[in-house]
């Protein structure tokens, strides 16, 4: 079974005493939920001071990007080695990277390899645009997407499965009150499934985590995470509200286990 992953992207929010202060507004409560995943990604400038708040908790730490080299004269960037001290996991391939900052597929594939030969766990993101997904090339644009970004990745020495977490984030669903409907969603992961078991095999398509992301909130979380299809979110917005983010999380414990009464008492997972 896959076990469920939600991951709060702060994207370019929070200074480090306003990242402290929501994470204390959250830790409790976040760390009880058992049977999901969490991940918070916050700026690369409070991950020292939030992976010490989330010592000894079930809180996993993740970064919303890095260079693929491991050390060397890149200005301003940071290396899968730095990261790894810190982070379990890195968003890579967001669609706010791909389109303000020109990220390639080609790049994006080699910092999909990078991260993983270095032991860090990529959340790698693809998403089409308005206009690809209006002129029905959704599943070109996702096809082209994900084939490039897993590109020459090796899964029996990786165990690519436990390592790689997929995020589905439509470019026109993020950030715009615009989320994409339950089935949508599915239908597209699953078709991501399909590309995974052509490109590896059956097992590794049935293992891997594939969230949904883009305009998720406490009001449309169970129209997708009851679609079996979907493993988990990855949320903007609403992973800056403590309350928002913990309804996210709570809800997708409940609905994933639906023979516990309440994910927060569930000692059992
Ligand atoms: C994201 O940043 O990956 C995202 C999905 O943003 P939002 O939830 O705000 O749409």
Redesign the pocket.
Known sequence: MRIPLVAG?W?MNTTVAEAEELVCDMLDMLDRIKGVEKVLCPPFVSLVAINMMLRGSSIKLGAQNMWLETKGAYTGEISPVMLRELCEFV?LG?S?RRWYFGETDEMVNKKVNAALNHGLKPIL?VGERLEENEAGRTEEVIGKQVTAALNGIKPTVLSVAKNLVI?Y?PVW????HRAASGEQAAATIKFIRDILAKLWNKDIAQDLRILY????TSNNIAEFISQPEIDGA??????LEAEEFLSIVNQTAEIKYPHLSSPLKGEDR
Do not use: Q
């Open positions: 992207n994207k968003i967001h706010e993101c995020a984030e669903a993020i950030g715009t992301g883009g305009s998720v990855l949320v903007g917005g609403a992973s």
